[in-house]
């Protein structure tokens, strides 16, 4: 291999995937990430099963941090109604908290050098180099992986379209007990202008998550009230709320979610999981999108570090049809899937659905996840 200097910029699921993925191979890698491990993220933490054949390839055992397993699909629409599918590839559930520490520590023996509590600010490209440019330095380096995730300032300096463009989206999550709930379930109650998705992690937490438009919020004054006035017309997310121990203070909450159409290739940076494109959450898997992203994005970066492989030209194109072939549709699915929810009518057409056409239904389900990998 010949020597190059690899920058990865965020530490979530696809930097921390692509590090471990490269350092395995040989490739140095370090990485920069402006908050210290472990922390919470607003996640419905359910991930597909696809990615297990994967992980284990980079020797990574998941068991370890005792998931759920999840194998059953519930559906309510707005007011109530209920329909109960099975999942065929399924998946489980873990907490970030718990997952990224453990990719960190994992990335960390195998020698990748980290930068937490550092914010980068700007990525240069001259003289076929990069310049990154933190909160605490600058560094020279050959490649840099751009896996800050759905939203950073740095789209702003790399003047990206879809951040000129405000979004309604909204997203909340929680950390509960409840008596009995089935640990291999998750649900998606749909609620007036959004749903909410409901799993077991480790440990009989129950991940409660929701994806709203701030309208909702900005009607009723603040979350809770929100909560109480259109979350609880759903007679599931009601009783859930009433009878749920809270283990947040408050919950962890983001803004502006945006499923705009992103480029994987930005100004010579090659991005990876949400920063190359954002699922609508929980009609799709974006954590299993981002450590896919990371495979075939590393794969190509060995191609091109290889002694007399591939250019600079020849692995941005490469990357950016892998990774057009692999999930533009599956984007463009979500989408879709994500208009039958968050409204009377399509959430109860949706729950019609699974309950009389399960067939339909399930090749639905099945297009949100992808193929083992
Ligand atoms: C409400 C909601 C529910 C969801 N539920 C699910 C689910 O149940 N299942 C599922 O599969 N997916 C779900 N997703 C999607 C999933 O969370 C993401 O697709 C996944 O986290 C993407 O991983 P990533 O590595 O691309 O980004 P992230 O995990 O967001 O990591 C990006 C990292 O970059 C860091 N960073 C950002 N800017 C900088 C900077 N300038 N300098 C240094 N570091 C920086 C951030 O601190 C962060 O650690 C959900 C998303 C939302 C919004």
Same mark, same amino acid.
């Given at each position: ?72 699909? !519930? ?57 990154? @440019? ?29 951040? @000129? ?26 609620? @007036? ?73 930005? !100004? ?69 899937? @994500? ?35």
């Amino acid at each position: 291999m010949a020597e190059k200097k690899i920058c990865v910029v965020g530490g979530g699921l696809a930097g921390l995937v692509a590090s471990i993925h490269l350092q395995r191979a040989g490739i140095h890698c370090h990485v920069i990430e402006k908050r210290t491990y472990p922390f919470h993220r607003v996640c419905g933490e359910y991930i597909s099963n696809e990615v297990l054949p994967y992980l284990k390839s980079l020797g990574i055992d998941l068991a370890e941090l005792r998931p759920s397993r999840i194998s059953q699909f !519930q559906l309510t629409s707005v007011n109530g109604n209920t329909a109960t599918l099975p999942l065929d590839l399924g998946g489980f559930g873990v907490s970030r908290y718990q997952l990224d520490y453990f990719l960190f520590q994992k990335a960390t023996c195998l020698g990748v050098e980290f930068s937490l509590n550092t914010e980068c600010e700007k990525i240069t490209f001259h003289d076929d180099n990069f310049t990154v @440019q933190t909160n605490k330095g600058e560094r020279s380096v050959d490649l840099v992986i751009g896996s800050f995730g759905k939203r950073s300032k740095l789209d702003v300096h790399l003047n990206r379209s879809f951040i @000129q463009k405000r979004s309604p989206y909204l997203g909340v999550k929680y950390h509960i007990r409840l008596n009995n709930y089935p640990a291999n379930q998750i649900a998606l109650h749909n609620f @007036q202008n959004g749903y909410c998705g409901i799993s077991c992690v480790e440990d009989e937490i129950v991940n409660l998550c929701y994806l709203t438009h701030r309208k909702n919020v900005k009607t009723h004054g603040n979350i809770r009230a929100m909560e109480e006035a259109v979350l609880f017309q759903n007679p599931y997310l009601r009783e859930i709320f009433g009878t749920a121990k809270f283990l947040f203070d408050k919950p962890e909450t983001i803004n502006e979610i945006s499923f705009e159409t992103k480029s994987p290739v930005v !100004q010579h940076i090659l991005m990876a999981g949400d920063a190359a494109g954002m699922i609508t959450p929980l009609c799709g898997n974006g954590m299993a999108m981002a450590i896919h992203s990371a495979k075939i994005l590393s794969e190509h970066i060995l191609q091109y570090c290889r002694v007399g492989g591939s250019s600079r030209n020849q692995l941005e194109k490469d990357y950016s049809n892998s990774w057009g072939k692999l999930f533009a549709k599956r984007l463009w699915t979500g989408r879709q899937i @994500q208009r039958l929810f968050g409204d009377v009518w399509t959430s109860n057409l949706a729950v019609n659905l699974a309950l009389h056409a399960p067939r339909i239904a399930n090749s639905l389900i099945k297009r949100t996840h992808g193929e083992p990998f």
